[in-house]
C-alpha cells in the first residue's frame, strides 16, 4: 500500500466550497498520490457526508478511474496488498526480527501477565521469552497457534492461555466471533501487538480487518501497550486500523528504519526504540 503523503487537506478554494467534478479530481488526486483513503476521511476533508463520498467514489468507479474497497477507495488497477502466508513472512527480515523480540522480552519480569498477538515478530518474541530460563510464573494469552507451541516448551513456567474463536489459516491466528471475549475479562501488565503499518498520520493499521478488530480489544486490556514492527512497516498504511499512535506507549522496531519517519514517529509523541 502506498505511503502516507502528509496533509491531505485539498488547497484553495475550501474543500466544501469545491464543485462536484472539481472535488471528484481531487478525490482523485488523493486516491492516486496514497493509493488508498478511507471514505471517513474524505468526508472530514472535503466538509461532506460519507453518503456524498460514496455517491462520488461510484461515479469515479464508474468511470474506471478507481476501484471500491471496503471502507474507501484505491487507484484504478491496483488492488489492496495481499496478505502473506505465515510462513513466507517467517523467512522474511528475520535477524532483524529476533533483536526486536529480544528488546521487547527484555521488558518482562517473572510474574507477569501478557497478551502476544499473532505474527512472525510475535512468535520471535515467544521464542526469545521461553530462552530466558530465568523467567518464572509468566501468563501469557494469545490469540495465534504459533506462538502457543512456541510457548509449549516453557510450561509450566508459562500458564498459556489461547483465546478461541475462528481459525484464519494464513496467520494461524483466531479472530471473531468469540475470541474478543476473553480479552474483555482481562487486564494484563503488557500487550506486544504486531501489525503491518506505523505511520504518524495514521497510526498503526493492519492488512486484515478481522485481526485489526481483535488488536483493538488488546489496547484495552492491558497497562503497558507495545508495538512490534520491523523497518518495512514504517510509514505504511492500511485498510485496518489497531489504533491512533497515543494508544501506544512505546514502539520496537529495527535500526534499519527511515530514520526521518523514526523522527516523525517521535515527534507525535510515541517513545521508540531501535533494536
Known sequence: ????????????????????????????????????V???????????????????????EAAAL????HGGAVAAGREPIAEPPFERSLSELWEQKQRIAAAAAALVVSGSSLILDVGTTSTALARALVARVELVDLVIFTNGLSVALELESAIP???VIVSGGTL???????????????????????????????DGAHGVTNINLPEAEIKQRMLGAARLRVVLADS??????????????QEFDRLITGVEAEPAAIQALRDSGLAVSLA
Open 1 to 36: 500500500m502506498a505511503e502516507s503523503s502528509g496533509n491531505a487537506e485539498p488547497s484553495t478554494p475550501a474543500p466544501h466550497a469545491l464543485p462536484a467534478v472539481l472535488r471528484r479530481d481531487s478525490i482523485l488526486a488523493l486516491v492516486r498520490d496514497r493509493g488508498f
Open 38 to 60: 478511507r471514505v471517513a476521511e474524505l468526508s472530514a476533508a472535503f466538509g461532506i457526508s460519507e453518503v456524498t463520498v460514496r455517491s462520488d467514489l461510484d461515479v469515479l
Open 66 to 69: 478507481l476501484a471500491r474497497v
Open 157 to 159: 513456567r508459562f500458564t
Open 168 to 198: 484464519r489459516p494464513l496467520q494461524h491466528s483466531l479472530v471473531n466471533p468469540l475470541a474478543d471475549s476473553l480479552f474483555a475479562s482481562i487486564h494484563a501488565d503488557i500487550a506486544f501487538i504486531g501489525c503491518n503499518g506505523v
Open 232 to 245: 518495512s512497516k514504517i510509514a505504511r498504511v492500511h485498510l485496518g486500523r489497531v489504533g491512533t499512535l
